[in-house]
Each structure stands twice: as C-alpha cells, then as structure tokens.
C-alpha cells in the first residue's frame, strides 16, 4: 500500500494568491475498491420471465450492500459465500445510499433452482487517467476532472481505497464522429505510486508517494474569474510516458455552473489531431494553461464533435481538495 503523507500546512492556503502547483500530464493507471459490493443494475429472473426480487426489495442502482443475512460484505468473494447459504426464504440486507444506512428484506426467486436475487454487482474498477496537478505545499495531487463512475449505471463509485500507478501509452484509439476514442495503456498494479482519497465530481485526489516532481517546476494558480477566450495549452501524455504541449482554444466559459463543467475547449494542434482525433478517453485531467497560468483540466469529450470537448477549473478542483482536507479524510 502507498504511505500517506503528513500534511505540514493548514487548508485554507488553498486560495492563497501565491497559491502555486506542479501541472502533470502524465497518464495513471488507477485501481478503485469499493467497502462493500454496489448494485450496478438490476435484472430480471427466471431467464427474463420474473422480475428482480432485489427491485422488489426496493434496492437501486449504485445501493453499496455492506451485509446479507446478518454477514458482513466488504468485497465480491464475501458476497458470494453468504449468496451460497441462501435458500428461498427472506434474507435482510443492509445498503448505504447517500450516506443512509437502510435495512431491506429480499426474497430470492428460486424457481430456477438456485436462488436468484436480480442484480449486477460491482466492487471495484480499473482504468487510465491523467494527473492534473502535484501541490508542493501539501503533498497532494489532483487527476481526472470528473468522478470515476460505474460505466454500465453511470452511478459514482463509493470509494473504499484505491491506488494509482505509473502509466505507459501503448495505443491511440483515435476519436471519431460518433465514436469516442481512446489511449490504451499498461500499469504494474504492483508499482504504486500513491493512494486514492477522494472521488469526487471534480475528480480523484489523493497523496504521491513516488515519482514527486520538483518544487520549482510549479506554476501560478489562476482564479476562474482570471480565464480568458482564446488561445491555451494542454499538457497530454498520448504516447509511452511523454508529456507534452498541445495548442487548445477555449471558446466558452461557463459562469456560476455547479457542475464541473467550467469551459468548452477545441483542439487546434494539428499533431494531436493527427495522433487522436481530438480529445480520447484516458486524456481526462489533462492540464490546461493559459497567459502562463495552471487554469483547468480536460473532462469530457464531445461525442459528436471529437476536437470539442469540456474542462473543469482549478479552482473547483483545489474546493474539492479542501474538502476532503477540512474532512479530515486526507489528514
């Protein structure tokens, strides 16, 4: 497992305006756990011929089963083994939703055979990403932009721990009209280089352990208020473990959006269209600067538009950090 890194300053240095962060670019490869098992979906049973007695039940997509049957469940395999005790008798479940512990009862539908409960579960998940930024002052970093989300329900995936590794692109999928692209990377889940903390809707954010870039490589924070229409650079790693400059221009800025999305960016490097298409997946958390400044992240793709796409600001991102620092979760 990483070693956490004790923080030496105080979070409401977050918004100093000597506020300065190493931008990244380099991918990650992340691995996520839930502690329990989450309800990817729901389905039916008997071949499609009965409903799921899990929806009956009154369980929803992204509910984290943390007990059945009175069992504790922390992972996929401790499901299993208190599945297999099941019979065709009522058997209490105990899910967080929302924070929410709620105690449900499910009948299993044997007409089958085997009891059947009616959902896809999930306990974790595995990917690419990109890390945004490194603080100097505080040992933390911040990648991806957007939540890590079930990609079957969409559902933001409540994070038990996770890791993150060193990544080296090995593909482009380049993106196309209709069709997002993709990197394609390989990691040594064994190679871990810090821990995960917080996922959020801004993005994942935890501490380096390995691979800390220098203090001086770090670069003024700009405000929200500080972005301007026109020309920027995106620092993106498509190929092995290079990272490097790509010309984006940001055509809209969002006001007062609650959301992460906080600006519209188009790709006008000619090589990074030549080598992707535009913005791929595996590309999120790519930084953005601008007049010299770290201002956002890459999150999201334009489907039908490959060379558009949406960024998240750093200062939403630096909120979320001190979040999780007032918390006491990234103590």
Request: glycine residues 12%.
């Amino acid at each position: 497992m990483a070693v956490l890194m004790a923080f030496t300053v105080t979070c409401q240095t977050a918004f100093a305006e000597q506020k300065r962060l190493v931008p990244m670019g380099s991918t990650i490869g992340i691995s996520m756990s839930t502690d329990g098992v989450m309800v990817a979906s729901l389905t039916s049973t008997e071949n499609g011929g009965a409903p799921s007695p899990a929806a009956e039940a009154g369980l929803l997509p992204g509910d984290l089963i943390t007990a059945l049957g009175g069992e504790k469940i922390s992972s996929a395999e401790d499901f299993r083994k208190a599945a297999e005790k099941l019979t065709g008798e009522p058997v209490s479940v105990t899910v967080k939703r929302e924070e929410e512990d709620l105690q449900m009862t499910i009948t299993p539908n044997t007409a089958s055979g085997t009891p059947e409960l009616g959902m896809w579960l999930r306990d974790g998940i595995s990917g690419i990403g990109t890390l945004t930024y490194y603080d100097p002052q505080t040992g933390m970093y911040g990648g991806l932009g957007h939540s890590i989300c079930d990609a079957d329900s969409g559902v933001v995936i409540p994070l038990g721990s996770g890791e993150i590794m060193r990544s080296v692109v090995v593909e482009v999928v380049r993106g196309e009209v209709g069709q997002p692209g993709e990197l394609h990377g390989i990691f040594d889940v064994n190679a871990i280089c810090g821990n995960i903390l917080g996922n959020t809707s801004c993005g994942i954010f935890g501490n380096l352990s390995q691979g800390i870039p220098l203090s001086d490589k770090a670069i003024p924070v700009a405000y929200e208020r500080e972005i301007e229409l026109g020309e920027a650079t995106v620092l993106s790693n498509v190929s092995g473990t290079d990272v490097a400059g790509y010309k984006v221009e940001i055509e809209r800025i969002y006001k007062d959006e609650v959301t992460g999305r906080s600006m519209m960016i188009k790709i006008t490097d000619e090589e990074l269209l030549e080598k992707t298409g535009g913005i791929v997946q595996g590309m999120s958390g790519s930084p953005i600067i601008q007049n010299g400044k770290l201002i956002g992240a890459v999150t999201h793709v334009l489907v039908n538009d490959p060379e558009k796409g949406f960024a998240v600001s750093v200062e939403k991102m630096l909120r979320e950090s001190e979040t999780l620092c007032e918390s006491g979760r990234a103590a």
